[in-house]
């Protein structure tokens, strides 16, 4: 089956530094990918979808200056949490979903943000 | 006001049981994911049903669009079935997750 994968899995940063992390699809190509985070004993909230090439699209009450999304090819995109927080601690989830029908939804399997 | 219901939220069940996690959704869907997320946070879609009924191993999926209701069932639950189990309702636009249920398989 697809496959997702989340880089890193698990990062520890200080206030105030920026973190990205990197969601790819591996056998597929993506057209549109799709960002959580998850907060503990709490379902995903979705933050933003992304498309190929195109602006992501944010949640209401997601900072888009906060989390910036690229999606520049059809097998990576990329969350870049600016100037973190230590609220920003969580666990980020990507997903992607191929050419061949958007109900197809493959996930990452996430990374997990401490910010000290 | 909550989209997606989902029950029981915590199961305990002794190995061998056959266990059913029920989710009840208010939004018009196109389809319905089951996702199981294991303690170490990764998530595995197991099934996406738009009517009737899946079935992979030992597990079970049914969807009933009209009563906007599905059920996921479990046969001869074993220790590592142990998981988050989140139903997924997927409108065409955007997926609504239900909270979870916590369910734990005792040896």
């Given at each position: 089956?697809?496959?997702?994968?989340?880089?890193?899995?698990?990062?520890?940063?200080?206030?105030?530094?920026?973190?990205?992390?990197?969601?790819?699809?591996?056998?597929?190509?993506?057209?549109?990918?799709?960002?959580?985070?998850?907060?503990?004993?709490?379902?995903?909230?979705?933050?933003?979808?992304?498309?190929?090439?195109?602006?992501?699209?944010?949640?209401?009450?997601?900072?888009?200056?906060?989390?910036?999304?690229?999606?520049?090819?059809?097998?990576?995109?990329?969350?870049?949490?600016?100037?973190?927080?230590?609220?920003?601690?969580?666990?980020?989830?990507?997903?992607?979903?191929?050419?061949?029908?958007?109900?197809?939804?493959?996930?990452?399997?996430?990374?997990?943000?401490?910010?000290? | 006001?909550?989209?997606?219901?989902?029950?029981?939220?915590?199961?305990?069940?002794?190995?061998g049981e056959f266990i059913t996690i029920n989710c009840s959704y208010s939004v018009g869907i196109s389809a319905l994911h089951w996702?199981?997320?294991?303690?170490?946070?990764?998530?595995?879609?197991?099934?996406?049903?738009?009517?009737?009924?899946?079935?992979?191993?030992?597990?079970?999926?049914?969807?009933?669009?009209?009563?906007?209701?599905?059920?996921?069932?479990?046969?001869?639950?074993?220790?590592?079935?142990?998981?988050?189990?989140?139903?997924?309702?997927?409108?065409?636009?955007?997926?609504?997750?239900?909270?979870?249920?916590?369910?734990?398989?005792?040896?």
């Amino acid at each position: 089956g697809a496959v997702v994968s989340q880089h890193p899995s698990w990062v520890i940063c200080k206030s105030g530094t920026s973190v990205k992390i990197e969601c790819r699809s591996l056998d597929f190509q993506a057209t549109t990918m799709f960002w959580y985070r998850q907060f503990p004993k709490q379902s995903l909230m979705l933050m933003a979808t992304s498309n190929e090439g195109s602006k992501a699209t944010y949640e209401q009450g997601v900072e888009k200056d906060k989390f910036l999304i690229n999606h520049a090819s059809l097998t990576l995109s990329t969350l870049t949490v600016t100037s973190a927080h230590p609220e920003d601690s969580s666990f980020y989830i990507c997903s992607a979903t191929g050419l061949a029908g958007a109900l197809e939804q493959y996930f990452g399997p996430g990374t997990r943000l401490t910010v000290t | 006001k909550n989209e997606v219901e989902q029950s029981p939220q915590n199961l305990t069940a002794q190995e061998g049981e056959f266990i059913t996690i029920n989710c009840s959704y208010s939004v018009g869907i196109s389809a319905l994911h089951w996702l199981q997320q294991h303690p170490g946070g990764g998530i595995v879609s197991l099934f996406m049903l738009s009517s009737g009924k899946k079935k992979h191993g030992r597990l079970i999926a049914t969807i009933n669009i009209q009563e906007k209701h599905s059920s996921l069932h479990i046969t001869a639950s074993h220790p590592r079935d142990s998981a988050v189990y989140i139903c997924a309702p997927y409108t065409g636009n955007q997926f609504y997750f239900g909270t979870g249920t916590s369910l734990t398989v005792i040896p």
